[in-house]
């Protein structure tokens, strides 16, 4: 089954610059098909962070960007808080699925 | 705004069949797709299948045997069932509204499959 690819952590002090890969194939991420990023704190649903590669929902703080380039998207975080630490996966649709695949998940520690 | 609600049992037992409604307010469900994710405790999210208001369905390909979604747009609810359910299916099920990505979520309901 298509899997979109992620580091299982990523960690950083409070004000620092981190990034979150999310990896896929010709059937997903390369085949142009849009990338979105979701933060998810324990015990809650998930919460749409970026859409459409590199867009910021309304009241999204702007430390969060997206970016997307061939077979692979990036989530970066400028200047961590905190508050950041959660999960985040990315998500995008597959051909061979018929369907949404979605990232492995990465878990953000703020040191 | 539009919000979802998940409801249904909490337990369910093993070859029994997993029953949950979405229901959605604040918004019609009419002219959006809909969609169920799952994700087994402590696990990553896994999509489950979409619905169009018209009733048209896609299904994972790992769960299309087991799995059936409908739409009753006269309730503004979407419905699933998993039949035959294992240990396997234990998980938070969570429903969506589909825009170009899946937002918002409901609030999600933890089914617990167990004797």
């Known amino acids: 089954q298509p899997v979109l690819t992620q580091p299982p952590s990523v960690s950083g002090a409070p004000g620092q610059w981190v990034t979150i890969s999310c990896t896929g194939s010709?059937?997903?991420?390369?085949?142009?098909?849009?990338v979105h990023w979701y933060q998810q704190f324990p015990g809650t649903a998930p919460k749409l962070l970026i859409h459409?590669?590199?867009n910021r929902p309304s009241g999204v703080p702007d430390r969060f960007s997206g970016s997307k380039s061939g077979t692979s998207a990036s989530l970066a975080i400028t200047g961590l808080q905190a508050e950041d630490e959660a999960d985040y996966y990315c998500?995008?649709?597959?051909?061979?699925?018929?369907?949404?695949?979605f990232g492995t998940g990465t878990k953000v520690t703020v040191l | 705004q539009v919000q979802l609600q998940e409801s249904g049992p909490g337990l369910v037992k093993p070859s029994d069949t997993l029953s949950l409604t979405c229901t959605v307010s604040?918004?019609?469900?009419?002219?959006?797709?809909w969609t169920w994710i799952r994700q087994p405790p402590g696990k990553g999210l896994e999509w489950v299948g979409n619905?169009?208001?018209?009733?048209?369905?896609d299904y994972n390909p790992s769960l299309k045997s087991r799995v059936t979604i409908s739409v009753d747009t006269s309730k503004n609810l979407f419905s699933l069932k998993v039949k035959s359910v294992t240990a396997a299916d234990t998980a938070v099920y969570y429903c969506?509204?589909?825009?170009?990505?899946?937002?918002?979520w409901g609030q999600g309901s933890l089914v617990t499959v167990s004797s």
């Open positions: 969506a509204r589909v825009s170009g990505p899946l937002d918002p």
């Open positions: 604040g918004g019609s469900i009419i002219s959006y797709y």
């Open positions: 619905i169009y208001y018209t009733g048209s369905t």
């Open positions: 010709n059937s997903n991420l390369g085949a142009a098909y849009t």
């Open positions: 459409d590669n590199d």
């Open positions: 998500q995008s649709y597959d051909s061979s699925l018929s369907g949404y695949v």
